[in-house]
């Protein structure tokens, strides 16, 4: 007998968090039966006027990028649905040319520039252990949130997804998701506000604090758990190996794996 779409679906979703658990388990092992490896992550060698620097910057560039992109949208005749994905990329794009324009003119500051191993293996890696923590707290915290009444709402991009209006608008969607997301994120978050962090806070600290205002810029209360959660994990595979592209990685199959599941029409 065939499988309908949507238990080939959950079939799939299933095999990832028995993959997930698994590695999770064979690293938690690894780490009770061997040395902790040393972090790949070195300090990031800047003062603290070069970082609030690096800040002006990146949201200097986002604002900026907000009120050109605004202004431009104001006279092209577009839905709803394309102004929201070109306002979201040229806030992203603001944020990445602020991260960039930050790196040319700061020789130390290319906290982006330390590559320690390839970034497949361990992003994949990453991705797969992510899948099941999240699934889990996700769970919970809805749950949480109904047992207390609190109307929340999926993310709008999530619903962009949904409904999207043609396959231009979704391939716009997915470049958004997948591709200038995950680089401009990673820039900030992980290679830019941890990396400053890391051997200046205490070590639980710089963990969070980048992974706090990593969920909170999402601006969703039903996957802000989820969300910090998930940059916390994104942190700690930077640390480990101290390649950037690693979580860079991790969080477009993050991503790619959440518009799948939007994608198949099945609510998870």
């Known amino acids: 007998m065939s499988l309908t779409p949507a238990q080939l679906v959950l079939s799939l979703e299933l095999a990832l968090m028995v993959v997930g658990l698994c590695l999770l388990g064979r690293h938690l092992w690894r780490g009770r039966t061997h040395a902790t490896p040393a972090p790949a992550l070195a300090l990031w060698p800047i003062a603290l006027p070069d970082f ?5 910057c990146v949201f200097g560039g986002a604002v900026l990028a907000t009120i050109v992109s605004t202004a431009v949208l104001n006279h092209l005749a577009l839905s709803q649905a394309y102004r929201m994905i070109l306002a979201g990329a040229g806030f992203q794009l ?14 130390g500051a290319r906290a982006h520039r330390q590559p320690r191993q390839g970034f497949f293996g361990p992003g994949l890696v990453t991705f797969c252990i992510s899948v099941p923590l999240l699934a889990g707290l996700g769970l919970g915290w809805l749950a949480l949130l109904d047992w207390l009444h609190i109307a929340y709402d999926r993310q709008s991009l999530v619903d962009l997804f949904a409904h999207a209006e043609s396959p231009r608008q979704l391939a716009l969607l997915l470049t958004l998701a997948v591709v200038l997301a995950p680089l401009t994120e990673e820039l900030v978050f992980r290679a830019g506000l941890f990396r400053y962090f890391h051997r200046r806070l205490p070590r639980w600290l710089a963990l969070l604090v980048p992974a706090l205002l990593f969920g909170a810029s999402h601006m969703n209360l039903a996957s802000l758990p989820q969300l910090v959660l998930l940059g916390v994990i994104f942190s700690l595979a930077y640390e480990r190996t101290g390649n950037i592209a690693v979580p860079m990685f991790a969080h477009a199959l993050f991503n790619l794996h959440t518009v799948a599941i939007v994608l198949s029409g099945v609510d998870l």
Request: hydrophobic share 55%; proline share 0%.
């Open 52 to 56: 609030f620097l690096f800040l002006l």
């Open 94 to 107: 603001g944020m990445l040319g602020g991260c960039l324009g930050f790196g040319f003119t700061q020789r």
